[in-house]
């Protein structure tokens, strides 16, 4: 079974400072791995997904993320944030068959701060 | 394009009273999903549909939870009856189910308080 750990509940960065959400995954096959913003009030939306290749993966909004197998991890980065990445971020990890089914892990608010 | 339409936006109930959801997924789409998202946590897969039939349904609390997906379109999920703990934001989403990879597009999201 996979799993998926977001180490850090709130991480609070002043604009244009650059961030890193983190995020770590448990699985005994290859993965698939997605991050995922919510912003208030609303569904979830993509921002990024790693399936093969580069392990360096450019999503919207600026943000990107780095594929780590040996350390299992995702971290989403982007280099400058803006008031207008206040939201929660999402790791999630499926298989590449069989039922799809996302694993999400507990969340990561950015709050940027003026 | 239209993106994945849930209703009601927000409901509240008092337990052990019934409520329903109604989702409708993106034109195309043969997967659907029904998360919870309790406060603070990440979304839960209640249950997962390809086309019309059950792909996975293992978190679902079957003995007051139901779902289902009419002509492998629209989808309706069901509590009866609810319970305070079942107070969350309940989200649809819908993708083209070819393979693992394809994006999975996700509703507003219905906000459930259970009093």
């Known amino acids: 079974a996979q799993s998926v750990t977001q180490l850090d509940s709130q991480v609070p960065v002043f604009e244009e400072a650059p961030v890193e959400l983190r995020c770590n995954y448990s699985?005994?096959?290859?993965?698939?791995l997605f991050w995922y913003v919510q912003y208030p009030n609303q569904g979830l939306q993509l921002l990024l997904k790693?399936?093969?290749?580069?392990?360096l993966v450019k999503g919207i909004n600026g943000f990107e993320a780095e594929f780590n197998k040996s350390q299992t991890s995702f971290h989403l980065r982007k280099p400058s944030v803006h008031i207008s990445d206040t939201a929660e971020y999402f790791c999630?990890?499926?298989?590449?068959?069989?039922?799809?089914?996302?694993?999400f892990g507990t969340g990561t608010r950015l709050k940027v701060l003026a | 394009e239209a993106g994945v339409a849930q209703s009601p936006r927000y409901k509240i109930i008092e337990k052990r009273q019934s409520v329903a959801f109604w989702c409708n997924p993106i034109?195309?789409?043969?997967?659907l999903y029904w998360y919870q998202q309790i406060l603070g946590q990440g979304p839960k897969l209640l249950i997962q549909?390809?086309?019309?039939?059950?792909?996975?349904d293992s978190q679902l609390p079957k003995d007051r939870f139901s779902a289902e997906r009419l002509k492998g379109v629209d989808s309706t999920l069901k509590i009866q009856p609810a319970k305070l703990e079942d107070s969350a934001v309940y989200l649809c989403?819908?993708?083209?189910?070819?393979?693992?990879?394809?994006?999975?597009?996700f509703g507003p999201g219905t906000r459930l308080t259970v009093l």
């Open positions: 034109s195309g789409h043969a997967t």
């Open positions: 999630a990890v499926t298989r590449p068959a069989g039922t799809y089914k996302y694993i």
């Open positions: 989403a819908s993708s083209l189910g070819r393979t693992g990879g394809d994006t999975q597009y």
């Open positions: 699985s005994s096959v290859s993965v698939y």
């Open positions: 790693y399936l093969s290749g580069s392990t």
């Open positions: 549909f390809q086309n019309n039939g059950v792909v996975d």
